[in-house]
């Protein structure tokens, strides 16, 4: 299969080819809470500040558990408890 580099770049950009099953909730359709354009800055922001590794990290974790627990300052805590 040839493909042209956007193609492949398209491919390696859906986390779906390496999450076996993405979480229910994902398939229930939703108003969104907050523009792309936000999204992109503040994940922009998270990416300078956790580094990259550890946002695709959460990101993936995110598809397969969108209540997984989140580390803050060092310390395992779940989304609904506060900073």
């Known amino acids: 299969m040839n493909l042209t ?3 492949f770049n398209l491919i390696f950009a859906n986390p779906l080819y390496c999450v076996e099953k993405v979480h229910e909730v994902f398939t229930i359709p939703h108003e969104a809470l907050i523009s792309e354009e936000l999204w992109i800055s ?3 922001v998270n990416i300078q500040e956790i580094g990259i590794e550890q946002f695709l990290k959460n990101l993936l974790g995110n598809l397969k558990n969108p209540m997984m627990p989140v ?3 060092g310390t395992p805590t779940s989304l609904s408890e506060k900073r």
């Open 5 to 7: 580099e956007e193609q």
């Open 42 to 44: 503040a994940a922009k």
């Open 71 to 73: 580390i803050f300052n």
